[in-house]
């Protein structure tokens, strides 16, 4: 198929090793011990006064001529693995430009950057406006609050006509989740965008450098040329000049957005999602305030832990007591199964399903919406035949299971746990269907190009999908109250066993 050949190209490019820059600096290569340039953007004569050519193999301190030679060397000397911010070199021939260097394994990689006209910045001019933004974000005392916050904050540091929050689902799909913008570019809120128009290699690439701009999607590269024929191409994985994909580059244009910033969002050691920035013009940014971006994109990945963790512990103390509560009532109750579908409020809530029903020994309840009790059974007996003994979660069930085919309307979700050792007997939540619209921005499933090409979209007008068969996802929480209610169930069928035995003997 032409259009996975496409994707599976694009997944192969080595991004890393574009072999150029963008326009607006220059990138030098050193030696870390003896500090040689043995590389150089072909530009670079500007900042070396003299050809590339003639300076390769002479030591950068005596190339340029600025005026903290001694700070410069002790920069490039300490550069640790990420780039980092060394003095503005204050340059004689040429206008001031600010140094960032980083360490690439024995070589240290030296980007000068022309400093932007306005909002220069360092950070400790930003450290007022910065505190402030991450206040604000730690007031947030939700999700979509603490998002919105995040948006505002990058766009106020930045100035970019619009900001998103991008998160990415399980398939790697991205969807716009908040937005901040002054309108002079379209609204992207609640759009979807497949996983292939940010290809594997470029999410792991952002999962280690969290911050990219491209300054002017239209820009000419300016090759890197080397002092040696046989070298490797430059590792630029962390650069800040690096050359973006052309696709990528043409893939802005047919946007609409000659500038863009991203910032990678980490939970761990996932990429979750970008705050994507965009222009309607190019945009410099400075690396202050870059560097001031990618703190409040840590900010957020702290926040969203935090929030989470509370939400948990919250669901935990109330699951606890759900489960006391029906414990309480199965110890007191004739059976067990008469106790269980005694307490149906508790029974529902602790998972929040619509139904339920408990088979065993032979006997079957139900319990709020469920499927007709043969279905019931057939899906049981489904379970039994798959040698489900612990648990089974489904939120698409009727395409999963023969037993459960057109019973979307009760059993789109199912959540199943064994509940004896003995024979098999089931506690089984439902959950219907929900039926969701998902707006992508462009079809998902045109070919890409039909031409063979490599080569992105260009529409991104938004395309409805409608999702049948589903129910909302059973969330982590319930599937782990779901685990421990099962043990305890478990453990009392065992031992009402074990007391039956005793009276028989
Ligand atoms: C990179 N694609 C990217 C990036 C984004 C997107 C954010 C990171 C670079 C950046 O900051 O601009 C995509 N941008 C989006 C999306 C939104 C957005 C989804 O604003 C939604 C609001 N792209 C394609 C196809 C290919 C492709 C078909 O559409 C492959 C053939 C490639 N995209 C591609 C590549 C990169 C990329 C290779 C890496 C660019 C680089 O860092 O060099």
Redesign the pocket.
């Known amino acids: 198929m032409a259009g996975t050949f ?2 599976d ?3 192969r ?1 080595p ?2 090793l ?1 072999g150029s820059i963008q326009p607006h600096g220059h990138l030098l290569a050193v030696e870390a011990d003896s500090l040689r340039l043995v590389c150089a953007s072909a530009e670079a004569g500007a900042v070396l006064n003299r050809p590339p050519a003639e300076a390769f193999g002479l030591p950068v301190d005596r190339l340029i001529d600025c005026a903290s030679t001694a700070s410069l060397i002790r920069g490039l000397r300490n550069a640790p693995t990420e780039p980092v911010q060394l003095e503005i070199l204050k340059l004689r021939s040429v206008a001031d430009h600010q140094a960032i260097a980083h360490r690439s394994g024995a070589l240290v990689i030296l980007e000068l950057e022309e400093l932007p006209a306005t909002g220069a910045g360092t950070l400790e001019a930003l450290y007022p406006q910065m505190r402030e933004g991450i206040r604000r974000m730690q007031a947030a005392h939700d999700f979509d609050a603490l998002l919105a916050s995040t948006a505002a904050e990058v766009r106020a540091l930045t100035g970019f006509d619009r900001v ?1 929050v ?1 998160r990415f689902d399980e398939q790697w799909n ?1 969807t ?1 989740i908040a937005e901040d913008g002054n309108d002079r570019l379209p609204s ?1 809120r609640g ?1 979807r ?2 996983a ?4 594997q ?2 999410r792991r ?2 999962a280690l450098n969290r911050l ?3 300054a002017d999607a239209r820009y000419q590269p300016v090759p890197i040329l080397s002092g040696r024929w046989d070298a490797p191409p430059l590792d630029l994985s962390f650069s800040v000049l ?4 052309p ?3 043409e ?2 244009r047919n ?1 609409g ?1 000659p500038a ?3 910032i990678s969002v980490m939970d761990g050691d996932r990429l979750w999602g ?1 705050i ?3 222009h309607a013009e190019p945009r410099q940014v400075s690396f202050a305030v870059r560097t001031a971006c990618d703190l409040l994109g840590q900010v957020l990945s702290s926040q969203m832990i935090a929030l989470e963790r509370a939400l948990d512990a919250d669901h935990r103390i109330r699951s606890k007591s759900t489960q006391a509560r029906l414990l309480a009532h199965m110890a007191a109750a004739e059976s067990f199964i008469d106790g269980l579908s005694e307490d149906r409020e508790d029974l529902l809530g602790l998972v929040n399903a619509d139904g339920a029903a408990i088979l065993f020994d032979g006997d079957c309840r139900l319990i709020g919406r469920t499927p007709p009790q043969e279905v019931v059974e057939a899906i049981a007996a489904e379970l039994a035949g798959q040698g489900i003994k612990d648990l089974f979660v489904s939120h698409q069930l009727p395409a999963e299971m023969p037993a459960a085919a057109g019973m979307e309307r009760t059993a789109s979700g199912l959540l199943a746990i064994s509940i004896s050792q003995l024979h098999p007997s089931y506690l089984l939540w439902f959950r219907p269907e929900i039926v969701q619209s998902i707006d992508w ?1 462009g079809d998902p499933k045109k070919p ?2 039909s031409s063979g090409g ?4 260009s529409s991104f007008e938004a395309w409805k999908e409608t999702v049948r068969g589903q129910s909302l996802p059973w969330r982590h929480g319930e599937i782990e109250a779901a685990g421990d209610f099962r043990n305890a169930i478990v453990s009392i069928v065992l031992r009402k066993a074990e007391e039956m035995a005793a009276l028989n003997e």
């Open positions: 496409d994707l190209a694009c997944a490019e991004i890393h574009p998103l991008y991205g716009v992207y759009l965008f497949p292939s128009d940010i290809p290699q470029a690439l952002y990219r701009l491209i690096r050359s973006v994909s696709v990528h580059l893939y802005m946007m957005t863009s910033m991203s970008l994507s920035c965009h921005a890409l190009d490599l080569s992105p979209r």
